[in-house]
């Protein structure tokens, strides 16, 4: 039998990768299961933001996301057709490292296990959680092969239908919105692999960002979202589409016990500012410090991941949310404002800039004390 994990994490998406990374640079032993039998193929992440790529700088991955990526250069605001403003984020200026880059989140998540890879730990797949409980001093998963597997502490990255945060009976207050938002990945020529289109029309949104190569990746609600494309861009294959719901949820307590939650166990959100993807691995890192802290003997370093993490993640929820429904509201003086504000904000840089700074990751210091 093999020895048990001091970490067992649930989920092998971009959190618990980035977590299992992290542990394993600190020496700490880390088991990591996934109920798909595969990794992911689609990516419902495109956006690495400047944040991510700091934090993951030492581990390697950071060059190897920079290799392949394509960095977000120029984004064309428009309202009903008509050009609002063009953004050239100057990335230096705003105190980043390193460039929003657009990579695919199966490319991501690959990159993370690659790195993962040379410290002997690989993703266990196909390996569903039935039943997690604790005591004072362990946590006991039961798989649903009915393997049982006991650990000092358990890290959540199992998504928004958690099964942990569920046998936690943990509540994820929140609101949910009922109209669909479309995705679609297809083939455009007319816009540059460089650069990103947002169109605030009356009746909703379009949101086109690049995906690959010649690729891109359109996002909206209210219309057929090829029906707002502009008449001299040429349509090519389409890739993929699918359409979702939007919700807004933060988990009450992030720490319960020996577990702790992460990414979307925790906190959901719409797409709108980048964020999902890379406030995970924001839990993971310091999740992995506080972690190994705990470990060696300071016993309220758990409850720290929470008191560190909780106010930050729903700080963002909150923003994304009031950002999301200014796109989302069509109200005859939404659909005024949504002509107004992107011009008078490129006006003034201050404010710009912190808005920037929200979708790069940089709207707060990451502290793992």
Request: net charge negative; glycine share 8%; with cysteine.
């Amino acid at each position: 039998m093999a020895p048990s994990p001091q970490v067992l994490i649930v989920g092998a998406g971009p959190a618990g990768l980035a977590a299992a990374l992290f542990l394993s640079r600190r020496g700490v032993p880390v088991r990591i299961i996934d109920a798909a039998a595969e990794p992911t193929r689609t990516s419902k992440a495109l956006g690495v933001n400047p944040r991510t790529l700091h934090l993951l700088e030492d581990t390697g991955v950071t060059a190897r996301i920079l290799a392949e990526a394509q960095e977000m250069r120029t984004l064309f605001l428009h309202h009903n057709g008509k050009p609002l403003t063009t953004l050239k984020p100057d990335w230096k200026a705003l105190g980043a490292d390193h460039p929003m880059v657009i990579l695919p989140q199966a490319r991501t998540e690959a990159l993370l296990t690659e790195a993962l890879a040379a410290f002997g730990v690989a993703p266990e797949r196909g390996k569903a959680l039935a039943t997690v409980s604790q005591t004072d001093d362990e946590v006991t998963a039961t798989l649903a092969d009915r393997e049982t597997i006991a650990t000092p502490l358990l890290f959540a990255a199992d998504g928004a239908r958690s099964t942990v945060r569920k046998a936690l009976d943990l509540d994820f207050p929140g609101d949910g919105w009922t109209e669909p938002w479309q995705l679609m990945d297809v083939d455009i020529d007319g816009l540059q692999p460089d650069q990103g289109w947002i169109d605030l029309h009356d009746e909703g949104a379009l949101i086109v960002l690049p995906f690959s190569g010649k690729t891109f990746r359109l996002i909206g609600f209210g219309r057929p979202l090829l029906d707002d494309l502009p008449p001299a861009w040429t349509i090519g294959t389409i890739h993929w589409q699918s359409d979702f719901r939007i919700s807004h949820r933060m988990v009450e307590g992030m720490t319960v016990g020996r577990i702790c939650l992460a990414g979307d166990a925790a906190h959901i959100h719409s797409p709108m500012g980048a964020r999902g993807m890379n406030l995970g691995i924001e839990d993971a890192f310091v999740y992995a410090a506080c972690a190994a802290d705990f470990l060696r003997g300071e016993p309220g370093r758990l409850e720290d991941y929470n008191r560190i993490r909780h106010p930050v993640d729903a700080a963002v929820v909150d923003r994304v949310r009031g950002l999301t429904n200014m796109i989302r509201n069509t109200s005859p003086l939404a659909d005024w404002l949504k002509g107004v504000v992107p011009p008078v904000l490129s006006h003034l840089p201050f404010l710009l800039n912190a808005g920037l700074r929200v979708g790069m990751g940089l709207d707060h210091p990451v502290t793992v004390r």
